[in-house]
């Protein structure tokens, strides 16, 4: 394995362990999703150096370290690991914008959404994106992305929320906050009146 495989698999295998299995594991993680970093160290058997080099080389900033300690900023199961909503929502930003924000998903579930909203399934909060050219807060394979309105989600009773890394989070996602749908894939363009339809949304122009 050379080292760029290395580093790409000690992340996955670190991402894995502070978003899903480190209680799994005995490592103890707090409800905010922090670890000792020396915890850390000794689960994955490599220095402090080398886990230096996989926070610094992590496209999407979604690990933080604060003095002793390391977390995901987001994307943990709610089943799987200790964290709260709470303290996690504590940790973060709350945004107050009204600019809309985007979620990127296939193209087969969009009618599952129009019925039910967007909820996180096995996560702690849906994964939203600021703008539509982010690499961040989208899932891979986007066929849509779905505009929906901060404002509507906190009329809604929803709060909005951005992690450091610039992920936007938010609990669920009710269909009403969905205001517009962009297709992405050559198959989402062709179903594009049928999705706008499903969700409720006037037709393009």
Same mark, same amino acid.
């Given at each position: #394995? $050379? ?13 894995? =362990? =502070?978003?899903?299995?480190? *209680?799994?594991?005995? +490592?103890? #993680? $707090? *409800? ?6 020396? $915890? ?6 490599? @220095?402090?150096?080398?886990? $230096?080099?996989? +926070?610094?080389? %992590? %496209? ?20 799987? @690991? ?22 990127? !998903?296939? !193209? ?15 996560? @702690?909060?849906?994964?939203?994106? *600021?703008?539509? %050219? ?15 309105? *901060? ?10 929320y951005a992690a450091p890394n610039g992920v936007i989070l938010v609990r669920h996602v009710p269909p009403g906050c969905i205001v517009g749908v962009r297709a992405v894939s050559r198959r989402a363009?062709? #179903?594009?009146?049928? =999705?706008?339809?499903?969700?409720? =949304?006037?037709?393009?122009?």
């Amino acid at each position: #394995m $050379d080292r760029v495989d290395t580093i790409v698999s000690r992340s996955k295998k670190l991402s894995w =362990l =502070l978003r899903h299995g480190a *209680p799994s594991v005995g +490592v103890a #993680m $707090d *409800p905010a999703g922090w670890v000792p970093i020396e $915890d850390v160290l000794e689960y994955m058997k490599i @220095t402090r150096r080398a886990l $230096d080099e996989i +926070v610094r080389k %992590n %496209n999407k900033r979604r690990l933080q370290v604060y003095g002793g300690k390391i977390r995901c900023s987001q994307g943990h199961s709610i089943e799987c @690991t200790a964290v709260t909503r709470e303290a996690l929502e504590a940790s973060w930003r709350e945004v107050t914008s009204d600019a809309s924000i985007w979620h990127g !998903t296939r !193209t087969e579930v969009v009618e599952a959404i129009a019925e039910e909203g967007i909820r996180p399934q096995q996560r @702690t909060h849906v994964h939203l994106a *600021p703008r539509t %050219n982010s690499v961040v807060g989208k899932r891979a394979e986007v066929g849509v992305l779905l505009e929906v309105s *901060p404002a509507r989600l906190r009329d809604a009773g929803f709060k909005v929320y951005a992690a450091p890394n610039g992920v936007i989070l938010v609990r669920h996602v009710p269909p009403g906050c969905i205001v517009g749908v962009r297709a992405v894939s050559r198959r989402a363009r062709s #179903m594009e009146p049928r =999705l706008r339809a499903a969700l409720g =949304l006037t037709p393009a122009a």
